[in-house]
């Protein structure tokens, strides 16, 4: 029973993209709809959006009654600047993981299977790195 909480959470995400999809015609990639927040489009649905993933956490603690426990060993300047870096490379990317790696490979973009293959061997070769380097935690 410890998959449950992990398959119950990815059940609700893809429910959401696709209803996201269905209903509005967007595609439920984070970094485009906090873009299109902060630009001041559609404001109503995509502080829904940005809400639910906010209250996603106290759901679920009150659901199993606690978070998972987490430890984040970096500092926080270097967590700053490690979140501008993915912010800047879902720019240049035309999206972020969820938007390619949910969506976009279910709709069969091509665009999407080639920025996920890409954020998949990123990851593999950093891990690796700081694996062999003795930083990983």
Known sequence: MTYLPSFLGGMLIGL??????????????????????????????????????VCGPILYAL?????PAMTISASWPLTIVAGLLVGIGT????????????????????????ATIIFLAAGMATATTMGALGWAA
């Open 16 to 53: 959401s993209a696709v209803l996201l999809l269905l209903l509005n015609g967007r595609i439920a990639g984070i970094s485009g709809i906090l873009g299109r927040l902060l630009g001041g489009h559609a404001v109503a649905l995509n502080v829904a959006f940005i809400a639910g993933l």
């Open 63 to 67: 659901v199993f009654g606690a978070t």
């Open 91 to 114: 720019r240049m990317g035309s999206g972020c993981t969820s938007g390619h790696g949910i969506l976009g490979l279910a709709r069969f973009s091509k665009r999407s299977f080639a």
